[in-house]
């Protein structure tokens, strides 16, 4: 019996080792990417640095924008465009 798992042993190791490569290979490629390449998180961590050195660069009492907002929650600019109203019945 101690024959056989002895014989078992390196053939386990090697698939062992070969499908932990692949899985992290396969993990890195299917990672979700942007259009031109770059990985998402190494974009987002990109921003969120941006965004902590332009935070301590604004001036005192200026309103922040945070990127839920986006445009719309910029001041003066209105959550309906216009011409979005209820349209009339067609009949």
Same mark, same amino acid.
Request: a negative charge.
């Given at each position: 019996? &101690?024959?056989? !798992?002895?014989?078992?042993? %390196?053939?386990?190791?090697? /698939?062992?080792?070969?499908?932990?490569?692949?899985?992290? !290979?396969?993990?890195?490629?299917m990672a979700?990417?942007?259009?031109?390449?770059? !990985?998402?998180?190494?974009?987002?961590?990109?921003?969120?640095?941006?965004?902590?050195? /332009?935070?301590?660069?604004? %001036?005192?009492?200026?309103?922040?924008?945070?990127?839920?907002?986006?445009?719309?929650? /910029?001041?003066? &600019?209105?959550?309906? !465009?216009?011409?979005?109203?209820?349209? %009339?019945?067609?009949?």
């Amino acid at each position: 019996m &101690s024959d056989v !798992l002895s014989a078992l042993i %390196p053939p386990a190791v090697v /698939a062992t080792v070969f499908c932990t490569f692949v899985i992290k !290979l396969l993990r890195n490629e299917m990672a979700p990417r942007t259009s031109d390449g770059r !990985l998402v998180s190494e974009v987002d961590g990109a921003a969120g640095r941006e965004a902590a050195d /332009a935070g301590a660069a604004r %001036p005192v009492g200026a309103q922040a924008v945070t990127p839920e907002d986006g445009a719309k929650g /910029a001041e003066g &600019s209105s959550a309906e !465009l216009p011409g979005d109203g209820p349209r %009339p019945a067609e009949g």
